[in-house]
Every structure is written in C-alpha cells, then in structure tokens.
C-alpha cells in the first residue's frame, strides 16, 4: 500500500495479521459480514465498543479506519 493509497479494512486485517473470522468473531458478526464491508458491499454499522475493539486489534490510527470503512464497492 502506497502512502497516498487509503487503507481498506482487508489492508488493515492483514497487515494485524487477522483472518476474517478472527475479526467476525472479535464483533460477534459473521464472516460473511466482514467480507460484505471488505467489499465495500456493506457499509459497516460500528458501535463505540466495535471501533475499540477495531483500533486495538488493527493497531492503527482512528484516522485509517475511518476511512477504510467508508470505501464502497469501486472506490
């Protein structure tokens, strides 16, 4: 990833070294969610508790994750 690319979320989980069911599981959502938002198919609908646990697992700024969930699908 470039320094000008925006982080998407499939970038943030790999680079924590995460599977998507690690994460599913870490939101009680399921895996096919977290593949529907890495898809931009879904837009993710994150509590305060849900970004929490994101920036601790992820281990980045609120900043990337911001705008790793607000990519749609062909942006």
Not at 8 to 35: C, H, I, M, P
Not at 50 to 63: G, M, N, S
């Amino acid at each position: 990833m470039g320094k000008s690319e925006r982080p998407t979320l499939a970038d943030l989980r790999k680079e924590a070294s995460l599977t998507q069911r690690q994460v599913a599981d870490l939101l009680n959502v399921t895996v096919t969610t977290v593949g529907a938002w890495e898809r931009g198919a879904q837009v993710p609908r994150l509590t305060f508790a849900h970004i929490q646990k994101l920036l601790e697992a992820f281990d980045c700024a609120i900043q990337d994750l911001v705008e790793a969930t607000n990519q749609r699908e062909g942006s």
